[in-house]
């Protein structure tokens, strides 16, 4: 006999259980209430980051960032390799692209702890949807984890706090980074690593003791266990941030290494009590790292199709001076006429404007209480600031011939790897403390500096406020590819070899990899590889005669003469690459003209959707 009524022991348990659920519920909105004034912080970070990156969101697949597509490009491909992690199909030498040599993904800006996290959206919904979300979830990032730890660390009240947080994340050098450098504008681990360095110092300060059994002060010992633990997590971080970019992480370290030393001088007493266990847990976080990124950075440098060296001209990549009191052309009050004074719009990175300049600078006077912090502070932002400027001085345009100081460390190892701009970027976290500063001790106050502070600092940030990234449509991946029609030709893993083949410039054949989550190889390409004088990094590979006659036809939609030569050279190279199917889009360029090339090369073509193949 059975019954749909429930037992005594059941209707106990339910309200067990129902008395277990309110508890948590309790709890949870407890919680929520809590931090509530941290939450709408959060959220409106989010909204701007969305706001910022909206131009992409329609449609993330048929739409591109306008001023850098070609390294949008080259990112969907990383996020759609890094995502194959997921399928257990990823090495560091991964030969999904310049087949047969491949490609040394330790010696690119890969990102390949980030590609990991949103491998399930890139394995779902496609490599665009990955890249959308990140440039938006990066800016929003930074702010959140920088204004937690201006919040938490300072002790700022939220305002300042909030202000502080938001030039770190959406300052003029981040919106324009996001322009296709994700490397770059992942910096939320950034704070973390400042908050396990600043817990570490703490934790090393023996500080005084009294006892209250003696009333006598006498030296205390150093929390170890804390020490330990902070050196572990800082350990930890450093290793996350070189698989999510590493110039960033070098130029955190530089802008930490000068601070640390300008604070021990303005405290020579609290240098001289904590050096001993700083440097030991210093020594512990670098032992740990060495366990974890020993064999990558040695496969970066020394492994498989790795590079010792820069590829980009320090002398190229300097920062004008006059930049500096410039306000970016993807801010509110910018105009394009500044665009001439940097190399390109990913790179806006000194375009602070002279009304924050002269903000930060009385502010820094005016901070007070902080006299040890605005010391490194000012220091650290007056070294990087300068090295940005590159081993020569130009100002508006013009070389000055007198010698930067970035021109003392040109050359060094590892150095050449950071574009000399690029360590403006560490400004914006300097300035964004000499800010938050001033602004929490003037809302502490009462007199009239509690509301002229934080007006004037709004002031200065207002012309700075970024603009959404422009962004404009792309041609659609052939059905060929999204279809998966290319299966019949090509093998899981097999080479697909399209025509014209991708290059720096032209990298859009890379599209076709990034819609098929990355499931065939490609040669040639866009990626760094030692293909420079004597095995030094460049940009991109040797073409081969084929690929390079293909090219040619694509650009200039001339009928080249075929001949038994140019027959002989194309199956080489068919070989070369290990290809199996050559493909031809109805949208490439001078499509025609390619068409009857490849079928003088390699005979007879098969229609397949939207394309043309020939199996070889």
Not at 284 to 305: D, E
Request: hydrophobic residues 50%.
């Amino acid at each position: 006999m059975s019954s749909a009524a429930p037992t005594a022991p059941e209707q106990a348990f339910r309200l067990d259980r129902q008395g277990d659920r309110r508890p948590r519920a309790a709890r949870l909105l407890a919680t929520v209430h809590r931090h509530r004034a941290d939450l709408l912080v959060a959220l409106a970070w989010v909204a701007l980051a969305g706001w910022l990156t909206h131009g992409l969101w329609p449609d993330p697949a048929g739409r591109t960032l306008a001023l850098n597509p070609e390294d949008q490009t080259l990112y969907e491909w990383f996020l759609a390799v890094d995502a194959r992690a997921l399928l257990g199909d990823f090495d560091l030498l991964t030969e999904r692209l310049n087949a047969p040599d491949g490609v040394n993904l330790m010696a690119n800006t890969t990102v390949i702890a980030l590609g990991i996290v949103v491998a399930p959206v890139t394995l779902l919904l496609g490599a665009p949807v990955s890249f959308a979300l990140l440039a938006a979830a990066n800016l929003a990032g930074t702010a959140v984890a920088w204004y937690l730890l201006l919040h938490r660390m300072l002790r700022a009240r939220r305002l300042a706090a909030a202000l502080g947080g938001g030039l770190c994340g959406f300052g003029p050098g981040m919106v324009s980074q996001t322009n296709s450098h994700l490397h770059m504008t992942a910096q939320w681990l950034v704070p973390v690593i400042v908050w396990l360095v600043v817990r570490l110092l703490r934790a090393a300060d023996p500080g005084p003791v009294t006892p209250p059994e003696t009333g006598r002060t006498r030296p205390g010992g150093p929390d170890r266990r804390r020490m330990v633990t902070s050196a572990a997590g800082l350990a930890g971080a450093v290793s996350a941030q070189v698989f999510i970019g590493e110039e960033v992480l070098f130029l955190a370290a530089v802008t930490l290494l000068v601070m640390l030393i300008s604070y021990a001088v303005a405290d020579r007493d609290l240098a001289r009590r904590v050096l001993p266990g700083f440097a030991g847990g210093l020594a512990i976080a670098a032992g740990l790292s060495v366990l974890v990124l020993g064999y990558p950075l040695w496969f970066q440098f020394a492994g498989p199709q790795g590079v010792a060296d820069g590829m980009f001209t320090p002398a190229y990549f300097s920062a004008d001076l006059s930049s500096w009191w410039a306000v970016s052309p993807l801010s509110v009050a910018g105009s394009a006429e500044a665009a001439r004074l940097t190399t390109g719009p990913a790179e806006y990175n000194t375009f602070l404007g002279w009304p924050l300049l002269l903000v930060t600078v009385a502010c820094a006077i005016w901070a007070g209480r902080h006299r040890r912090l605005v010391f490194a502070c000012v220091v650290a932002g007056l070294v990087m600031g300068a090295l940005s400027l590159g081993p020569e001085v130009v100002l508006g345009g013009t070389r000055t011939a007198i010698p930067g100081p970035y021109a003392l460390i040109g050359g060094l190892p590892v150095v050449d790897g950071a574009l000399p701009m690029r360590f403006a970027l560490a400004l914006l976290p300097i300035v964004a403390t000499l800010l938050v500063l001033a602004v929490d001790r003037a809302l502490r106050g009462t007199g009239r500096a509690r509301r002229l502070v934080p007006l004037a600092v709004g002031a200065a940030l207002l012309p700075i406020f970024p603009t959404p990234l422009p962004t404009t449509e792309r041609p659609a991946v052939p059905e060929f590819v999204t279809g998966g029609h290319w299966r019949q030709c090509v093998p899981p893993g097999g080479v697909l070899v399209p025509v014209p083949l991708p290059t720096p410039k032209e990298p859009g054949p890379m599209r076709w990899a990034s819609a098929a989550n990355a499931a065939f190889s490609l040669p040639e390409g866009f990626f760094i590889g030692p293909y420079g004088r004597r095995g030094n990094a460049a940009m991109g590979t040797f073409k081969q005669p084929t690929s390079a006659l293909l090219a040619d036809v694509a650009r200039r939609g001339d009928q080249p003469a075929i001949g038994e030569e140019q027959r002989r050279q194309a199956t080489v190279d068919a070989d070369f690459w290990g290809a199996s199917c050559v493909a031809l889009a109805d949208d490439a360029p001078h499509a025609e003209s390619l068409r009857n090339t490849l079928e003088q090369l390699y005979g007879p073509a098969t229609r397949m959707a939207d394309a043309w193949i020939w199996r070889v």
